[in-house]
């Protein structure tokens, strides 16, 4: 993902000062106020129990670092998983990334063993990278990494175009559409964008344009051409952002997606009056006329609702 991990320390971790039950006799005298989800694993002795959260964070991302070099994936994993349960963002979006595209050392053989190969998992995939958003947006946007940010939404476009279906994992897809949402409000406040550098700007446009892509893409899934049609347009008027490779293609995509949706919205408005014949009812805009329906028997009539249909079929046919 373009960080060298034994560098990197976030910039603020989340700390529940919390205070747990004993486990264990391992865990027996170790100290628990900075607990978030699990407790530190301290067994190996390699890990001193009175570093503070960021330094630890820092030491088992440095931990993980040699085991990705000496092709311990196992082992990497792990520490990556205790490092985000420990509210680090960018473990979080390591495991994104690492469940995304898989990770196999170049000697791996059939003979090698399952720890040699880390397997593609798409649903764990977008739920590390939902939590490094959310983790992220605990975070004052001061401080906000928006190259980290960028690769991370570069990640969950690629899960929703290519990799998760929009009826089976409809509960997992719905939640990631409300992160983005959320995203996409504050990266456009008038405060955000007054203080970021040029170059965060442009990454910020870039950003938004994976986000607007992926609720435009949601809207035509759902057939819900007339919003799809709307927003492909917005994130079409943001224009090249000269900076991410990927959020210009979605760009040029968009404006082929506006060019079809606009043709096949002209080709399928219904020929007749968009009045409904029942109540006299008469939209008001595109959107309202496409929730008018035609009388299967006629064609030649529009309603309202399927109780002025019904009245109308009663009555005239």
């Not at 405060?191 to 892509?213: S, Y």
């Not at 759902?222 to 991410?244: H, K, P, W």
Request: aromatic content about 8%; some cysteine; overall charge neutral.
């Amino acid at each position: 993902m373009g960080h060298d991990l034994s560098k990197f320390v976030d910039p603020i971790v989340v700390v529940i000062n919390a205070v747990v039950e004993k486990e264990s006799n391992d865990t027996k005298g170790l100290p628990s106020r900075r607990i978030t989800t699990i407790a530190p694993n301290y067994n190996s002795g390699e890990l001193d129990s009175s570093l503070d959260v960021s330094t630890l964070i820092s030491t088992l991302l440095e931990d993980a670092e040699r085991k990705l070099k000496s092709k311990d994936y196992t082992a990497y994993v792990s520490l990556l998983q205790r490092t985000s349960n420990l509210g680090s963002a960018f473990a979080a979006a390591k495991l994104g990334s690492l469940y995304l595209h898989g990770l196999q050392g170049s000697s791996a053989s059939k003979e090698s063993s399952f720890k040699d190969i880390i397997l593609p998992n798409y649903e764990l995939s977008a739920r590390n990278y939902f939590l490094a958003l959310k983790l992220i947006n605990l975070i004052n946007y001061t401080l906000w990494d928006m190259n980290l940010i960028l690769e991370v939404f570069i990640g969950i476009t690629e899960l929703y175009r290519y990799q998760l279906d929009r009826e089976s994992d409809f509960e997992l897809w719905d939640d990631g559409i409300t992160i983005l949402k959320q995203f996409d409000s504050t990266l456009n406040e008038s405060q955000f964008i007054r203080f970021q550098t040029h170059e965060n700007n442009q990454i910020r446009k870039a950003c938004r344009v994976h986000i607007l892509f992926n609720l435009a893409n949601t809207k035509e899934l759902d057939r819900d051409f007339v919003d799809a049609l709307r927003i492909y347009q917005d994130c079409e008027n943001i224009g090249l952002t000269s900076i991410s490779f990927s959020a210009d293609k979605l760009i040029k995509k968009s404006h082929t997606k506006v060019r079809l949706l606009q043709k096949n919205l002209e080709k399928g408005i219904p020929n007749v009056l968009p009045i409904c014949v029942q109540c006299d009812f008469e939209p008001k805009s595109t959107k309202e006329i496409w929730k008018l329906l035609v009388c299967a028997k006629c064609q030649r009539v529009a309603c309202c609702s399927r109780q002025c249909l019904q009245l109308h079929i009663a009555n005239d046919h």
